[in-house]
C-alpha cells in the first residue's frame, strides 16, 4: 500500500501564500497521477488540483485556477501545492492523492492522505 503524507499546512493570513507537500512512500502506476482534494467544514469535499507524472497533464477547479499551482518531483515521488493570494473560502483540510490518472472524481483515487489543515484569516 502507498502511503502519503502531507505537510505545510498551518495558518495564514488572507493574501498570503503556503506551499503544501505530499510524499509517497512508492513510485507505482498508481501514483502516475497526484493531487490534491480539499473539505471545508459543513462543506462537500472538491476537486483542487491534480497532475499527471507522464506528459505533465495538469488540471485545476476554477475557483483556484490562477493563484495555485501544482508541481511534482518525479524523483522524490513527491507533489506541491503552491497556494498563493489566498482567501478565507480556501480555509479546509487538504488532502492529497493518487492514482492511475487524472480525475475531478474523489473515488477515482487509489490512495489519500491524512490532511492538513489550512486556516486562511481575514
Known amino acids: 500500500q502507498v502511503q502519503l503524507v502531507e505537510s505545510g499546512g498551518g495558518l495564514v493570513q488572507a493574501g498570503g501564500s503556503l506551499r503544501l507537500s505530499c510524499a509517497a512512500s512508492?513510485?507505482?502506476?498508481?501514483?502516475?497521477?497526484m493531487g490534491w482534494f480539499r473539505q471545508a467544514p459543513g462543506k462537500e469535499r472538491e476537486f483542487v488540483a491534480v497532475?499527471?507524472?507522464?506528459?505533465?497533464?495538469?488540471d485545476y477547479a476554477d475557483s483556484v485556477k490562477g493563484r495555485f499551482t501544482i508541481s511534482r518531483d518525479i524523483a522524490k515521488n513527491t507533489v506541491y501545492l503552491q497556494m498563493n493570494t489566498l482567501k478565507p473560502e480556501d480555509t479546509a483540510v487538504y488532502y492529497c492523492v493518487s492514482g492511475i490518472r487524472n480525475s475531478r472524481a474523489f473515488d477515482e483515487y487509489d490512495y489519500w492522505g491524512q490532511g492538513t489543515q489550512v486556516t486562511v484569516s481575514s
Open positions: 497532475k499527471a507524472w507522464s506528459g505533465g497533464t495538469t
Open positions: 512508492e513510485r507505482t502506476f498508481r501514483t502516475y497521477a
